[in-house]
Each structure stands twice: as structure tokens, then as C-alpha cells.
């Protein structure tokens, strides 16, 4: 299923190139694939790209925002409102229920955000630190459930 467009969410440059590493080895074109280091990039990313499937850091937080307009008087543009993993993925199904969103993380499974996410729709959790066989081994899981579902959908 190459035509799946994917997008890689963390702020850690070195998860987005092994992430992007494995699409590859995968048969991904790299014009399937987009990034974003920051929650709000990651928003504009969805909105713009429209992925199937996301690979999402959970304690992805966005930096504030800068002072420079405050302190000129001009109002700062403005900005979605997610500012971590969990709100990301809530936006992200709000908005495409169908997308496959891939849980990222360092943290135990039982924490209550990483919870909150597997409840809330979210695929299949990828421990940190990530290698390539774990990222390919869930992306044939996301393509069989995609092909179940498309297949009890005809």
C-alpha cells in the first residue's frame, strides 16, 4: 500500500530519520512522507498533507511563542491550539476518524497520557528508543488492518 501518505511527528530529529528510514526500506516514495518537530507543525502538517498514518511523539510540546510582536504591539498570528501528543491526536481523529495514529514514546505503557491515547483511537505504541524492525513490524500491522477495513467496507 505505497499510496498511504504518512506523517512523522517528534521533536527529535533521530526518530523522524529512523521512522523515515524504515518507510524507505518499506517501499515508501519519499514524496509519501512529511514531518513536523512541534505540535503546531504538526497540525498544519495533517491539515495541508491529509496522512493516513502518523507516527506521533507523546510528550510533544511546542516552544512559546515568541515575544517579538508582543513587545511591538502587534498581536502574534494565531496558532492551533494542541500543544502536546495527546491534543494533536485528538484533533487529528476529530477531523479524519480513519486516520492510524502510531503512538511514539519513552514512557511506560501505563501512563496515563500513553492510556489516554491507545483509548482514545490511537493504533499501536512504539517504545523509544525506536529501531527499524519495530517501525516495519507495526507498519505491516497498519497495513493489514487498513486492507481488513477496506476490504469489510465493499
Do not use: W
Request: glycine share 6%; net charge negative; charged share 25%.
Amino acid at each position: 500500500m505505497t499510496d498511504l501518505r504518512y506523517l512523522i511527528v517528534d521533536d527529535s530529529p533521530t526518530v523522524r530519520l529512523t521512522i523515515r528510514q524504515a518507510l524507505t526500506q518499506d517501499g515508501v516514495p519519499a514524496d509519501r512522507v512529511s514531518e513536523a518537530d512541534s505540535a503546531a507543525a504538526a497540525t498544519r502538517a495533517f491539515d495541508h498533507d491529509h496522512p493516513d498514518v502518523v507516527f506521533l511523539d507523546v510528550t510533544l510540546s511546542d516552544a512559546p511563542a515568541p515575544a517579538t510582536g508582543r513587545i511591538l504591539g502587534i498581536l502574534d498570528p494565531p496558532r492551533p491550539v494542541a500543544q502536546g501528543g495527546n491534543d494533536v491526536a485528538r484533533y487529528m481523529i476529530a477531523k479524519d476518524p480513519k486516520v492510524t495514529v502510531v503512538v511514539c514514546t519513552g514512557n511506560p505503557a501505563d501512563d496515563p497520557r500513553v492510556r489516554e491515547l491507545i483509548q482514545g483511537g490511537a493504533f499501536q505504541l512504539l517504545q523509544k528508543p525506536i529501531r527499524l524492525a519495530q517501525v516495519r513490524e507495526v507498519l505491516r500491522q497498519v497495513r493489514e488492518e487498513r486492507a481488513e477495513s477496506s476490504g469489510s467496507a465493499h
